[in-house]
């Protein structure tokens, strides 16, 4: 199994609350969140590959024994270029992970990934409907709408930004990635390529409600993050 990291971005939400450095740059009781993720990663035998763009030269100091892709237009695309630049791994001989690099999540919610069967499934939270980012509606685990906006009685909950994308599935996925770059789409998310399939066929999520995780977009998703691994700290 591979995966797929994103960090491209430049985070301007919360870019001047940590120093202008990228978002998944941020030190986690003393290290910075995508080496928890990429080491975790790499406990359960998944090779990383990982997108850079702004500030790449801060993260070639502390990747070690990942692949890097680096997207030079970060500055006027979205993560649907960064993740052409990676379109390769799709090759469909291992199944993908495919994360946003500034989201904390742990094992419990990559064995969820590991261990489900569908060729496409996305996680999202039903427990975060108020607060939440970017939503979800859904019915019978299928994803029906999204959007930043969706009606109250539309919304099923926020989506992770981890998502896994089977071996069977990737050459399907590939294609619909390279049709919307040509056409000059560069300011989609890469999950908007799986959202175009909605009307064709099925795009499967899981609820991972009860289980944590967290993006860092804004100075409160930070100090969530750092009060949840002081609760662990006192658990112990």
Request: a negative charge; one cysteine or more.
């Amino acid at each position: 199994m591979k995966a797929i990291l994103l960090a491209a971005g430049k985070g301007t939400r919360i870019s001047r609350k940590i120093s202008n450095i990228p978002k998944s740059l941020v030190d986690i009781k003393g290290k910075p969140l995508i080496l928890r993720t990429i080491e975790m990663l790499k406990h359960n035998n998944i090779d990383v590959s990982v997108v850079l763009g702004y500030k790449r030269e801060l993260f070639l100091e502390i990747l070690d024994e990942v692949k890097i892709y680096y997207n030079p237009f970060y500055s006027v695309t979205n993560s649907i270029a960064s993740l052409w630049f990676a379109k390769d791994e799709f090759s469909g001989k291992e199944d993908i992970i495919v994360a946003n690099a500034d989201v904390y999540w742990d094992e419990e919610i990559l064995k969820t990934l590991c261990n489900s069967k569908e060729d496409i499934l996305m996680l999202y939270d039903s427990s975060r409907k108020e607060e939440g980012d970017y939503l979800f509606y859904v019915e019978d685990n299928i994803l029906k709408d999204h959007g930043k906006e969706l009606l109250p009685e539309k919304i099923s909950g926020e989506y992770v930004g981890v998502s896994i994308i089977r071996k069977e599935f990737q050459e399907k996925f590939r294609e619909r990635l390279e049709l919307l770059v040509s056409q000059e789409k560069y300011n989609l998310w890469w999950e908007n390529v799986l959202y175009s399939f909605i009307n064709e066929r099925n795009v499967y999520v899981k609820d991972i409600k009860g289980l944590f995780w967290g993006e860092v977009d804004y100075i409160e998703d930070y100090h969530r993050i750092i009060d949840h691994f002081n609760e662990l700290e006192v658990e112990k």
